[in-house]
């Protein structure tokens, strides 16, 4: 799993969910954990949104909309990934095809995850977020551009919206490395903490003993 | 230790402090894990992880796996039929065989949910870091650790090295003062809070759970109320440890003994906050004004007393949330104004790692003993760990569940997330005591009301969502 594709400019129309609080449970169903892999995880991407209780695709889900395909930019409300820790979810979304999911906040663990993978949680302050609102209110199909190296979400209008990231992840996006790597680099140190650190505990010895 | 120069510090810094082994400015730190749990659903791909990269696992010895998530909750001698499910559990045995992990697997007598073994084998000890990927790892925050859920990529960087990347994260102190009324208990606490707060207050911090209704909890009301932490949108939350915390801890088998218990005991007893430290943000509840609550929407936040009717969209001014609410009503079949009580159901279930202990067991049997489910009703016990499953059988509990026409079950997750075949049927309602009540959480098209094992308890002998106060219980509490 060492190293990724560099995060790159890029600009795409978007798809709009305007919901708060869209759990990981919407992202991804439960029944879809049940895989050891993470591959093929985009036939689960809100799946009990997409599909009917008889498996029939529900014609007014946003993602069963042809005119969806290829968008790589996921416009939600607040709050967007509480919930579950599943990196699932975030594999689904990257899968589908997201690169970007565009937010008025963000779950502590699905960020966290979202940046794990490629896929950049991009956060708006109120007024930021409905500024994109409006412009796709007018105009569902405008392409927004994300530029992370300058940390800015621009608008068909002009506009540039600055986000914040922290620039260790911004970094590792950049460049396409991954944290394992960083915290591999550690290990003297590590070595040189557990032996000051003895544990108290250890697994290994009978727990009924 | 007495310079005057060290300011006052809460029980989250005193644990990250002692746990930093990189720190450079501008980055995360690096911080030392003491404790990593595992299981079957969130593993397997980080284990993959390892073998690609050729990476052993750095500490075996602080690491154990169990079972819980995809597990039948039936017969343990029978197959599993899942074919997914089956494969899951092989490879969580294949891993921990090749990479010398203690596994409480099927068959094993410590096999249970996560975080209810950690805390039974006292391997959940105060001041420790403990992960797993799992969010409700919140729950061992009750013993004064510092727990929280990870995903599957972390998963891998702490079998790798012991040790995940993160930002110090904000406090939020969460102060509880005055007595709980009697029929009131720790499920009803958490969830009033969150019906105030909300499902991201949290975020970006820690939750501190602090005042003399915390301290009048005992360690499994303690760990319902950290283990809901994340549905506060907080990835961690805990309560400082105290002798109600060593009393639990004394003799388990992974609690220190001797010598080494006395030492421990000096060193827990330095981890609360200081009486000066500070916090980035508080909110205050009155124990004494909290009833039993129950959940009527699609959020852990939205929930109310049961005594409650529901609320009117109309009434709320912001227009996404009045959105989120319409949206909630219409999933869940509720008509604004509507009372929850005497609300039909079709199914309780009692468990999960917010509530399948044997308090809550014992808690359950109170308004069970003696009595018949309503017909038609289906009734899932289903205790948290191998060790609550003995424990109820030994004091009867069982029986008290098949006689009123409950199914006693093996231990494991089931219904809570509906991964194992426990699930509902689209458009059923059940009482849950577990944590989550998002759109098809326990099967889809399934709606849930979040409760108290008291609630859930009374619910099934009424057949709708019932007041446990006013059915009453057939025995006293223990």
């Given at each position: 799993m060492t190293g990724r594709a560099p995060f790159e400019r890029f600009s795409s129309?978007?798809?709009?969910?305007?919901?708060?609080?869209?759990?990981?449970?919407?992202?991804?169903?439960?029944?879809?954990?049940?895989?050891?892999?993470?591959?093929?995880?985009?036939?689960?991407?809100?799946?009990?949104?997409?599909?009917?209780?008889?498996?029939?695709?529900?014609?007014?889900?946003?993602?069963?909309?042809?005119?969806?395909?290829?968008?790589?930019?996921?416009?939600?409300?607040?709050?967007?990934?509480?919930?579950?820790?599943?990196?699932?979810?975030?594999?689904?979304?990257?899968?589908?095809?997201?690169?970007?999911?565009?937010?008025?906040?963000?779950?502590?663990?699905?960020?966290?995850?979202?940046?794990?993978?490629?896929?950049?949680?991009?956060?708006?302050?109120?007024?930021?977020?409905?500024?994109?609102?409006?412009?796709?209110?007018?105009?569902?199909?405008a392409a927004l551009t994300v530029d992370l190296e300058a940390q800015r979400l621009g608008l068909p209008d002009g506009a540039q919206l600055t986000f914040p990231l922290d620039p260790f992840s911004r970094t590792l996006l950049l460049s396409g490395a991954d944290e394992l790597g960083y915290l591999l680099s550690l290990d003297g140190e590590i070595a040189a903490w557990e032996v000051s650190h003895p544990s108290p505990i250890s697994t290994l010895a009978r727990a009924d003993a | 230790m007495t310079s005057p120069a060290v300011a006052p510090r809460t029980i989250v810094d005193k644990i990250w402090d002692a746990h930093q082994v990189h720190v450079e400015p501008g980055m995360p730190s690096a911080l030392a894990v003491d404790l990593h749990l595992v299981h079957e659903v969130t593993s397997p791909q980080a284990f993959d992880g390892l073998r690609a990269r050729g990476l052993r696992v750095r500490r075996p010895d602080l690491t154990l796996a169990t079972i819980d998530h995809s597990v039948p909750t039936t017969d343990r001698s029978l197959p599993i039929l899942d074919l997914q499910a089956a494969t899951q559990i092989h490879r969580i045995e294949e891993n921990c065989a090749e990479f010398g992990i203690t596994l409480h697997g099927i068959g094993s007598p410590h096999q249970g949910i996560v975080h209810v073994i950690g805390p039974e084998l006292g391997l959940t000890q105060p001041g420790m870091t403990i992960v797993c990927g799992d969010?409700?790892?919140?729950?061992?925050?009750?013993?004064?650790?510092?727990?929280?859920?990870?995903?599957?990529?972390?998963?891998?960087?702490?079998?790798?090295?012991?040790?995940?990347?993160?930002?110090?994260?904000?406090?939020?102190?969460?102060?509880?003062?005055?007595?709980?009324?009697?029929?009131?208990?720790?499920?009803?606490?958490?969830?009033?809070?969150?019906?105030?707060?909300?499902?991201?207050?949290?975020?970006?911090?820690?939750?501190?759970?602090?005042?003399?209704?915390?301290?009048?909890?005992?360690?499994?009301?303690?760990?319902?109320?950290?283990?809901?932490?994340?549905?506060?949108?907080?990835?961690?939350?805990?309560?400082?440890?105290?002798?109600?915390?060593?009393?639990?801890?004394?003799?388990?088998?992974?609690?220190?003994?001797?010598p080494a218990w006395e030492a421990a005991l000096d060193r827990w007893r330095a981890l609360p906050t200081d009486a000066d430290a500070t916090y980035d943000r508080t909110v205050t509840l009155d124990a004494s004004t909290l009833e039993p609550m129950v959940t009527y929407g699609t959020n852990p936040g939205m929930g109310f007393p049961v005594s409650g009717r529901v609320p009117d969209p109309a009434t709320i001014g912001d227009p996404s949330r009045r959105a989120g609410l319409s949206r909630a009503l219409e999933y869940m079949g509720l008509l604004p104004g509507e009372p929850i009580l005497g609300h039909p159901i079709d199914v309780v279930f009692i468990g999960?790692?917010?509530?399948?202990?044997?308090?809550?067991?014992?808690?359950?049997?109170?308004?069970?003993?003696?009595?018949?489910?309503?017909?038609?009703?289906?009734?899932?016990?289903?205790?948290?760990?191998?060790?609550?499953?003995?424990?109820?059988?030994?004091?009867?509990?069982?029986?008290?569940?098949?006689?009123?026409?409950?199914?006693?079950?093996?231990?494991?997750?089931?219904?809570?997330?509906?991964?194992?075949?426990?699930?509902?049927?689209?458009?059923?309602?059940?009482?849950?005591?577990?944590?989550?009540?998002?759109?098809?959480?326990?099967?889809?098209?399934?709606?849930?009301?979040?409760?108290?094992?008291?609630?859930?308890?009374?619910?099934?002998?009424?057949?709708?969502?019932?007041?446990?106060?006013?059915?009453?219980?057939?025995?006293?509490?223990?």
């Open positions: 129309a978007a798809v709009i969910l305007l919901r708060d609080d869209v759990d990981t449970d919407q992202i991804i169903p439960a029944r879809f954990l049940k895989t050891v892999s993470r591959d093929g995880l985009a036939e689960g991407l809100f799946a009990d949104w997409r599909f009917d209780d008889a498996g029939a695709p529900r014609p007014d889900f946003v993602l069963n909309d042809p005119a969806m395909a290829g968008r790589r930019i996921l416009v939600a409300g607040a709050n967007f990934g509480s919930g579950s820790s599943r990196e699932h979810a975030a594999w689904a979304l990257v899968a589908w095809g997201f690169r970007a999911v565009v937010a008025a906040g963000f779950a502590d663990i699905f960020r966290g995850n979202a940046l794990k993978n490629g896929l950049l949680p991009v956060e708006l302050g109120v007024e930021g977020h409905q500024q994109v609102v409006s412009v796709l209110a007018e105009d569902p199909s | 969010s409700h790892t919140s729950t061992h925050g009750a013993f004064g650790a510092l727990a929280f859920g990870i995903g599957t990529s972390e998963v891998e960087q702490v079998l790798a090295t012991q040790c995940l990347l993160q930002h110090r994260p904000k406090r939020f102190e969460v102060r509880v003062d005055g007595e709980l009324a009697p029929g009131v208990s720790a499920k009803d606490l958490i969830l009033a809070l969150l019906s105030q707060i909300g499902v991201s207050a949290g975020a970006g911090h820690v939750f501190e759970y602090a005042g003399s209704a915390i301290r009048g909890l005992g360690m499994e009301q303690r760990m319902t109320i950290c283990n809901m932490s994340i549905e506060g949108g907080a990835r961690a939350g805990l309560i400082g440890p105290d002798d109600i915390t060593f009393e639990y801890l004394a003799g388990r088998p992974h609690a220190p003994a001797g999960s790692c917010t509530n399948s202990r044997l308090s809550d067991l014992r808690e359950a049997a109170r308004f069970m003993r003696g009595r018949r489910v309503a017909d038609g009703l289906r009734v899932l016990v289903v205790p948290g760990s191998d060790e609550v499953k003995r424990q109820a059988e030994a004091e009867g509990l069982d029986e008290v569940f098949r006689a009123a026409g409950a199914e006693w079950r093996e231990a494991g997750c089931s219904m809570c997330l509906a991964m194992n075949g426990d699930q509902l049927n689209p458009g059923q309602y059940a009482v849950s005591t577990s944590n989550r009540n998002f759109e098809g959480r326990q099967g889809p098209g399934g709606r849930t009301f979040l409760a108290s094992p008291a609630t859930a308890a009374a619910s099934a002998i009424a057949g709708h969502v019932a007041d446990a106060r006013l059915l009453g219980a057939t025995e006293a509490a223990k």
